[in-house]
């Protein structure tokens, strides 16, 4: 075992999407009781491991890097040894890890860790107990930590593991007005709003707004460009609505890219539906307004934003308002609050260091085929897992290919994942236009 004050802390990070590569990297390094991190990344093979383009938009680097199915990951955590693994994966995806390692029978497991990329409006109890049986469940506020407790507490389980943190991608200068400079960026989501009409009715009251304000500069920031995907499925990318949409575009709208800390840099106004771009901007005390055009309701997630004073419509915005966030509301979701940043990983890494020097005992998730004998074995199944955790036949990880072997199999892997995108993007659409005549 490594002097967690002089020695490289080992981690493992296993991720699904581009967005959940950036948490759990960052989240690795936050919580890790060392300064030296020794990282490695591994990619889930799926509809969206993340391209080369979207790696390098993140901006977050590991060791070294490959992508893997859930069986190869177990494997190389099995010949590891990883003193820390970060599971950075939707639930289910996060209960088959949990079963999976727990199968290994390792003497001497690393710490699970695992969380959520950013606010939680969905599928609360759903996802916290596919998450449960990780040695510590990340709690992005102080808010989400008593919600987190009240769901394991209310179906007998170990709350324990509940640690509140933050999002580790919050931080940056605060924000500073600058003379001459006036911008207004869109933070767009992939599923939110889903519907054509509600994410064209958004694109022109943007262009609108930008139409309106002449010198203003009017920012669409965009997660993916279209044959990409993300956290979420985008079957309407807004970049194709754009093109489509009549009168063209004014000068002073732009598409943009790249990573949302450094678009945060030139902001002025942030306006979204319910983006967690939100809270990076509340964090860095940027003007930021959550939009009630649409109404406020789960499936939108503004409603998560209830008593927050930033909920408001384009009507006012194009008016000049500006909402003003209550303090009261920040300080329970962890963002702009008093004191260090730094310290609001205090507890987490306390937490993972006594598990270090302690040995973590087996894990033990609150589904187990005798409590959910109708829906884990499910959840294994997808993931190519036994009941008991252990690889279902003819799932086993096979050596690593090589040389033009590998070249071949990427390339075909790459085309296989065009191809869904283009279903999902073009031809899903079209076939649900054609049942509505």
């Known amino acids: 075992m490594p002097t ?8 493992a990070v296993l991720a699904d ?5 950036k948490w759990g990297a960052l989240t690795a390094h936050r919580i890790a009781p060392s300064t030296s991190v020794e990282l490695s990344g591994f990619l889930l093979r799926g509809r969206a491991t993340p391209t080369a383009r979207q790696l390098a938009e993140v901006g977050v680097h590991a060791d070294a890097m490959r992508e893997v199915t859930g069986n190869e990951f177990l494997r190389a955590v099995e010949d590891g040894p990883y003193d820390i693994v970060v599971l950075a994966l939707v639930g289910g995806g996060v209960q088959a890890m949990l079963h999976g390692l727990a199968a290994l029978g390792l003497p001497r497991r690393p ?22 049986g990780a040695d510590v469940v990340l709690a992005n506020s102080r808010h989400d930590a008593d919600r987190f407790r009240a769901v394991y507490e209310g179906v007998g389980a170990d709350a324990s593991a509940v640690t509140e943190a933050a999002l580790p991608f919050l931080g940056g200068a605060p924000y500073q007005p600058e003379e001459g400079r006036d911008t207004v960026v869109f933070a767009a989501q992939p599923s939110v709003p889903e519907s054509r009409a509600d994410r064209t009715y958004l694109l022109r009251r943007l262009v609108e707004h930008a139409r309106l304000h ?19 499925l985008e079957e309407l990318p807004y970049q194709r609505l754009a093109d489509r949409l009549p009168g063209g575009l004014p000068p002073n709208f732009r598409l943009v890219y790249g990573n949302m800390g450094e678009v945060l840099d030139r902001t002025d106004l942030l306006v979204t539906v319910s983006s967690t771009a939100a809270l990076e901007s509340l964090h860095r005390r940027i003007p930021t307004a ?8 789960e ?25 003003v966030p209550d303090a009261e509301w920040l300080a329970r979701q962890g963002v702009a609050a008093e004191g260090s940043y730094e310290s609001a990983f205090d507890e987490a890494r306390a937490r993972v260091a006594k598990l270090l020097a302690d040995r973590p005992g087996p894990i033990a998730p609150y589904y187990t085929p005798s409590t959910a004998p109708g829906y884990l074995p499910n959840i294994l199944a997808r993931h190519h897992l036994a009941p008991d955790g252990t690889a279902l036949p003819g799932a086993a990880p096979k050596a690593e290919a090589t040389g033009l072997r590998r070249v071949v199999r990427d390339a075909v892997r790459e085309a296989a994942r065009g191809a869904y995108r283009h279903g999902v993007q073009r031809v899903a659409p079209m076939i649900r236009r054609m049942g509505d005549l």
Not at 4 to 11: G, H
Not at 17 to 21: H, I, K, M, P
């Open 111 to 132: 710490v699970v860790v695992t969380g959520y990329v950013g606010v939680v409006y969905e599928k609360l109890a759903d996802g916290l107990l596919l998450r449960h």
């Open 17 to 21: 999407s581009d967005t959940r590569w």
């Open 299 to 323: 499936v939108l997630g503004n409603h998560h934003f209830l008593g927050s004073g930033l909920l408001t419509s384009w009507d006012r915005l194009d008016a000049g308002h500006r909402p």
């Open 214 to 232: 002449p010198r203003r500069e009017v920012l669409l920031k965009l997660r993916s460009k279209p044959g990409e995907h993300t956290t979420h």
């Open 4 to 11: 967690r004050t002089s020695e490289a802390v080992r981690v």
């Open 290 to 297: 959550v939009l009630s055009d649409l109404g406020v309701r």
